[in-house]
């Protein structure tokens, strides 16, 4: 599988954000817990609206939460 | 496991042992007459039942162990999930539809047309499942 062009820091923000689990962030954007690893894992491209979300959760812009990293 | 992979393997299994039974079981050498087109027909119903009640016992099971999760509406990535299965079986689907023309027009119609018509959404539903669940375990 070709991997994304860009990563992420979710599972960071996660830890600093009093631990909170994938299943949290998950009921938080309003997916499921399993798109949350994926995502996290770079098997997933989300929706920009779920990035969005992801980055509202944590209080960061987008770029602090997904960086590109291709060409 | 998602509550809907664990739905989608539940369905891929009772697919099997459904329509495997059926196709193991039918009486080959009468598909030509009128005869094996009616047995295909009552043969439909217990292997619906051998396909639905697994079906149906292990959404009503996984219900009860996870509720929050069943309960959850389908998120962005498995409507994805969802679409790239469904694209996939459109392919077994259109060779059964020609399958069945060709065996039309060389003489095998009664059990053989239901038969293959039959095969055909049996082969189209376990490539949707199959691929769909595919995807669940590859992330995506």
């Known amino acids: ?71 | 496991m998602s509550f809907r992979e664990k739905i989608h393997w539940v369905a891929f299994v009772g697919l099997l042992a459904g329509f495997g039974w059926y196709f193991l079981s039918y009486p080959w050498e009468t598909a030509n007459t009128r005869m094996g087109m009616l047995t295909s027909v009552w043969m439909l119903f217990p292997a619906t039942i051998i396909f639905l009640v697994p079906m149906i016992a292990g959404s009503a099971y996984f219900a009860i162990r996870a509720p929050k999760e069943a309960n959850l509406r389908e998120d962005e990535r498995e409507k994805l999930i969802h679409l790239k299965g469904t694209h996939a079986a459109y392919y077994p689907l259109v060779l059964g539809v020609w399958a069945n023309i060709f065996a039309m027009i060389n003489g095998l119609i009664y059990g053989w047309s239901v038969n293959i018509l039959m095969a055909t959404l049996v082969l189209a539903e376990l490539v949707r499942v199959g691929a769909q669940l595919y995807y669940y375990r590859r992330g995506y």
């Not at chain 1, 820091?9 to 399993?34: A, P």
């Not at chain 1, 996290?40 to 959760?57: H, T």
């Not at chain 1, 602090?64 to 291709?70: C, N, Q």
């Open chain 1, 1 to 71: 599988m070709a991997r994304l062009p860009f990563d992420n820091d979710i599972k960071t923000l996660r830890f600093l954000s009093d631990e909170m689990t994938q299943g949290d962030l998950g009921d938080k954007v309003g997916v499921t817990r399993q798109t949350i690893a994926a995502i996290e894992q770079g098997k997933y491209s989300p929706s920009l609206e779920v990035a969005f979300r992801i980055a509202r959760v944590f209080g960061k812009p987008l770029e602090e939460v997904f960086r590109w990293a291709g060409d």
